[in-house]
């Protein structure tokens, strides 16, 4: 990463007026940002790249002397040297089609790599295929990809010297006439309002480095007027590519918890569209009430999401189809949950919510706040079009992940992603995933209910010597207030009764939230400080000598939640607390315990671990119970990495509500 300032010099400016009583003229200031040569710490910045990042300097002349401020200086942070590599191809193909896929060297901070890159094999299977030679340019575009026979193909890279290696997405190749998966973003900022980078620099990033297929900026009407608003329409014209890289027009109506919440508001087409913003329309009602009289209700699209918690009481059936469960912030599946036990009849998507112009590909940059995994929508739709995206989104034929571009094919009883099928007593669920990791668990979700569950990671006889310690809490507030905040748990992991060989994560740890060490006064003892938010983390455990009475014993510390909005009602903190896992209680392989307290139960687990957990997974389930009108089923898969996925609920029997 490095930075480089974007102005040329520029004069200074004072923060009052001049006076006649000043005597002295100032002499000449040259101000060098970042020297240490005089004993100055220096100047730090950001890891995070972009176009745009701001800089107020002040000058005080003397004692009490008068604040004098220069305008902002704009600088460019661009990237390191590349540390690793990564692919995009598209998620569907047909035998026989040609399959482009992009390949990025990028810095230890998912930047752009800027410098030397070096010549990569393409392997498909593991068996070489094609080969990129050395250069200048990090991101590289590999077509020479086509395959024969239907199957999945997964896309790797490796240097010659084998120290950077990295894979794409993997590609179903699919005989006959099938729908595809196309990756968007619907929840993104930059510079225009409250965060980083140019208009310009977010578009250009979602399309070249994340290779997104559709994308819509959404920045906060409340700090928008309506000149900005025809610059980003331009915007949204200007970076439009039919047929690759579908742009849409949209903003984010911001209002606080108490009258609506956040909602995100897309547009079918550009021209002639009018904000229908909160300072004129400050209720959720009023929103829909004023999107309705100057559109079409089939060209816009409301999608609340769940940080500054959307009204999920009150939703407008033909605006609403669709709610954003996942994002930097956390996850909250309990929220598109909220919607549909409201008898709300919406799908889930997710996104990132990024601010610093990196749509579609989000790092974690925020201790207190956007620390999660970044979030994508995943559409399945006919073809790459304006019209074909946005009516899938609207027929809420869509599944949710937390960025990982896992394939879903999701199918109860004749009907898939948002569909409502007729009645029928027999409700059989077929599921195919297709994980961009080792697939850990797979869940049904019935009427708000788990109604089947299965554990690919667990190993049910409890013979391994691998123990994973999982950590899980919800993001549900269970009332009507904004989501809970990121749980902490920080304090130290002992074995008792067995040797600590070694620990590892399956996840990537977030340098901002996570740290597991080795104890340096004892060798059985981690100490470690993870954060969940709607989500799990495990610490996997080498054990050797293990015995009847082994436990796993966690000394925890007071806590309290973090990175939230205001909430209306209740703020949580916890106290300190120990808890034991035995693994003598382990059944069938696996012990969960909840937290003690008065305060939100959350979960920890110990299971025996399996290590050879495959990356796709086919589940088929009839269910048992009698059937009655309007039950909805979705599915929820996790990856032993953090990676999940949420399918859009299928209804049966009932009448829609999806009105115009």
């Known amino acids: 990463m490095c930075i480089r300032d974007s102005l040329a010099p520029i004069a200074a400016r004072s923060s009052r007026l001049p006076s006649p009583h000043d005597r002295v003229q100032q002499p000449p200031v040259t101000i060098t940002i970042g020297d240490r ?3 100055s710490p220096g100047f730090k910045v950001q890891t995070f790249g972009n176009d745009g990042l701001r800089m107020p300097v002040y000058v005080v002349f003397g004692a009490g002397g008068a604040i004098t401020s220069l305008p902002d200086f704009l600088y460019r942070v661009t990237g390191g040297p590349v540390a ?21 060297g990028e810095d230890i901070w998912m930047n752009r790599a800027v410098g030397p890159q070096p010549a990569y094999d393409v392997l498909v299977n593991g068996e070489k295929r094609g080969r990129i030679a050395a250069g200048d340019q990090a991101i590289t575009i590999f077509n020479d990809l086509k395959f024969d026979a239907p199957g999945v193909y997964r896309v790797s890279f490796r240097s010659d010297d084998g120290r950077i290696v990295g894979v794409a997405n993997p590609v179903w190749v699919r ?7 196309y990756w968007g973003e619907t929840h993104a900022h930059s510079a225009f309002a409250e965060g980083q980078g140019s208009i310009d620099f977010f578009y250009r990033f979602g399309r070249e480095d994340a290779r997104l297929d559709f994308l819509g900026m959404s920045e906060h009407d409340v ?3 309506d000149h900005e608003w025809e610059q980003l329409r331009e915007a949204v014209v200007r970076h439009d590519r039919p047929g690759e890289f579908i742009t849409y027009l949209a903003y984010e109506w911001t209002a606080p918890t108490q009258f609506g919440g956040h909602h995100n508001v897309f547009f079918r087409t550009h021209e002639g569209r009018k904000r229908t913003p909160r300072q004129t329309f400050p209720t959720l009602t009023s929103l829909y009430s004023g999107l309705r009289a100057g559109n079409d209700p089939k060209d816009v699209l409301v999608i609340p999401h769940a940080h500054a918690t959307g009204e999920y009481r009150v939703s407008d059936a033909g605006l609403e189809p669709i709610v954003e469960i996942s994002s930097l912030h956390g996850t909250f599946e309990w929220f598109g949950e909220a919607y549909l036990g409201q008898g709300h009849e919406v799908g889930f998507i997710a996104a990132s919510d990024d601010h610093l112009s990196h749509p579609g590909y989000a790092a974690p940059y925020a201790r207190d706040g956007l620390s999660n995994k970044s979030g994508l929508a995943a559409v399945v739709a006919p073809e790459k079009s304006r019209d074909a995206l946005f009516d899938a989104m609207k027929s809420r034929s869509t599944y949710a992940t937390n960025g990982a571009r896992i394939i879903l094919d999701y199918d109860v009883a004749g009907g898939s992603f948002g569909q409502r099928v007729a009645m029928t007593d027999k409700r059989e669920v077929n599921l195919r995933s297709i994980g961009t990791g080792p697939i ?7 009427n708000g209910r788990e109604v089947y569950a299965k554990d690919y990671l667990i190993d049910t006889q409890a013979k391994s010597d691998q123990i994973a310690v999982t950590f899980a809490s919800d993001t549900d507030p269970s009332i009507r207030d904004n989501a809970r905040g990121w749980r902490r748990w920080t304090g130290k992991l002992t074995v008792k009764g067995a040797t600590l060989e070694g620990f590892s994560t399956p996840w990537r740890p977030n340098v901002l939230l996570d740290r597991i060490e080795r104890s340096p006064s004892d060798s059985n003892t981690l100490e470690i400080s993870v954060a969940t938010r709607g989500d799990a983390k495990s610490i996997n455990l080498d054990l050797d000598r293990i015995r009847p009475g082994t436990t796993v014993e966690l ?15 209740q703020f949580h903190a916890y106290p300190a607390m120990k808890v034991s896992l035995p693994l003598s209680k382990m059944k069938s392989g696996a012990y969960a315990t909840t937290t003690p307290g008065p305060v939100m139960p959350d979960r920890i687990s110990v299971r025996a671990i399996r290590t050879d957990v495959p990356m796709e997974q086919t589940v088929k389930w009839t269910d048992p119970e009698p059937g009655k009108p309007d039950d909805y089923y979705y599915a929820r898969v996790v990856q032993t990495d953090g990676g999940m996925a949420w399918t859009s609920p299928v209804w049966v029997g009932g009448f829609s509500r999806q009105t115009q």
């Open 555 to 569: 000394d925890l510390q007071p806590v309290n939640e973090t990175g939230t909005p205001a909430v209306t009602t």
């Open 175 to 181: 005989e006959g006439d099938h729908p595809g998966i």
């Open 440 to 446: 850990e668990s797979v869940t049904i979700i019935k």
């Open 223 to 225: 700090w928008m007027d």
């Open 37 to 39: 040569s005089s004993g």
């Open 84 to 104: 690793r590599v990564v692919g995009f191809a598209p998620s569907i193909a047909a035998v026989g089609e040609a399959v482009p896929v992009s390949v990025r």
